[in-house]
Every structure is written in structure tokens, then in C-alpha cells.
């Protein structure tokens, strides 16, 4: 097992160094010791899982279909040792997931807060990715779970829980647009607006509600951090075209007004709670799932 165990983390450096020098730099051994290694395990095979060029290496087929089975193992075997861990009473372990910017972050930050009072001694690490990149991650194994909008269906990706939410127009709490109920898109052409960046998903959703729109208010900024955009909107820069989860704490907090947009149709921005149905979590990885899950259920 200890063979194997060495095996995978040469092959695993290598594959990520492209260089069989570098891999043993990084792992402070003799770059011999690395090659040795995985030409052991390519004469068991009987294929090559590199392409030994002379400006580096290169995974063949059989290397990359091997890397992937090598990694997917190494998450089950994190898994398993945190299971191990909680069956033995030491309530310890470590859980990644991954998040979109903005009001979905601080949701899941929040839940993580609640987790920590009941269980204190497991560590977190949260990611914050573009929505495309967070559904990679949780297929990849990289992340335990993910919450991401408008997921696309992929196999292996199980979303646990959805919560829709609609672009409206966000506005400074002064602004004339405050003190109305709802309103629509050619109500805000007397002023300028605040976007997404094309980077975010939520600048698509947006793009779709202009496209049918007969006018289009003047763009006054783009940004790809709603952190930014909000900043730009209560300084009274414009109108922001955003989700009412964007702007949920400053909305409580009176920094801002969340004004739904009339127009119709609108394309909804569906929040959704992801997982790789082909991976089993930790306990302390479920445990937060669920207690994220029910967060959301409530919103």
C-alpha cells in the first residue's frame, strides 16, 4: 500500500509539474527515484502514461484516464479517513465547497458559522468561482458541494436544493425609483445602469431582459464583483439590474432598495445546492450540506 501511496503521489507531481525534475523537487527526492516509479507501474500496465518530450511531459490517453482514477481515489480516501474519524468520536475533519460572489457567499459563510458552534474543530475551506467553475469543481471532486445558479444538466451533478430569485432594479435609497413598487426597464432610461461583467452569469439573464426591451438605458459601468456593483449603486451612480439575493444585506440593512422589474417575461436566476452523485461526503461534509440545505429551503 505504502509503494502504491508513493507511486501516486510521483505520478500525481509529475503529471502537474510536467517535468520529472521538478516533481522531485517538489517532493525532495532524486528525479530518478520519480521516473523509476512510474516506469515500474507502465511496465505492469504494459502502456506508457507519458509522452517523454524534450521540452517536458505530456499525459498520454491511458496517463490521463489513469490521473483521474488515481484522483477521484485520493478524494474517496480523504472521505473515508474523516468518516473514520467521526465512527472513532474525534468529530474532526475538513470541508470544501464552492460558492458564487456576492449574497450566496455570505449565505453560505453564515451557515458555516451555525456549523462551527456545534462543531468546532472542523476546518473549512470556501472557494469562491464563477458559476460555470463551481459545477466543475464539484464534478471534478474538488469541492465536497457547490452552490452555483442556473447549473446546466450534466451528468453526475445532483442539485440537493433550488431557490429562484428575479433581476429587478436596485437603486440608492434617495433615488426617485426607491418610493415605487415595481418598475420597468424604460422607467430607468432617464438614468444610467449598473451591470454585471460579461464573466458573470448574471450579465447573460440581463442581456436576455434587454434584448426585449424596445429602449435600453445607457450602461454607465460593468463590473465582475456585485461587492463593486453594489458599492457604484449606493453612491448613487446608477440603477443596478441585480437579484434580490444580490442586495438582500444591504437591502435589510437600508443601504439599498430592491425594485422587481414588470416587465415580462424574466428569465429567473436559480440558486442551486450541487453535488457529485458519485461521491459519498464525509459526515461533517453531509452534516453542513444539510444545514446549508435548510437555509436555503428558508430564504
Known sequence: ?????????????????????????????????????????????????????????????????????????QNEMHSLQSRIEDLKG????????????GAASEFVASAAMDFHQSYPAVTFELQVYGAHRVTDAVLSGDVDFGLTINPR????????????????????????????????????????VVVAEASLDLRLIV???????????????????????????????????MTEMDA???VRAGQMVYVPLADRPIPPSILSLCVNSERQLSLPATTLLQVVKGRLEGL
Open 1 to 73: 500500500m505504502w509503494v502504491f501511496s508513493r507511486f501516486v503521489r510521483y505520478f500525481d507531481e509529475a503529471a502537474r509539474q510536467g517535468s520529472m525534475r521538478k516533481a522531485g523537487d517538489t517532493l525532495h527526492v532524486a528525479s530518478s527515484s520519480v521516473d523509476r516509479q512510474i516506469l515500474k507501474i507502465e511496465e505492469e500496465i504494459g502502456v506508457p502514461l507519458f509522452e517523454r518530450q524534450p521540452q517536458g511531459l505530456k499525459l498520454t490517453s491511458a496517463g490521463e484516464l489513469v490521473l483521474h482514477s488515481l484522483r477521484k481515489w
Open 90 to 101: 474525534l468529530k474532526r475533519g475538513n470541508v470544501v465547497l464552492a460558492t458564487i460572489e
Open 153 to 192: 444538466l450534466t451528468p453526475g451533478l445532483a442539485v440537493m436544493g433550488q431557490k429562484n430569485f428575479r433581476v429587478g432594479a436596485v437603486v440608492a435609497p434617495d433615488h426617485p425609483l426607491a418610493i415605487k413598487e415595481q418598475v420597468r426597464l424604460s422607467d430607468c432610461l432617464p438614468y444610467k
Open 207 to 241: 442581456n436576455q431582459i434587454l434584448a426585449r426591451a424596445s429602449a435600453r438605458p445607457e450602461l454607465i459601468a460593468s463590473s465582475n464583483s456585485i461587492m463593486l456593483m453594489k458599492e457604484l449603486v449606493m453612491r448613487g451612480m446608477g440603477v443596478g439590474l
Open 248 to 250: 438582500d444585506k444591504e
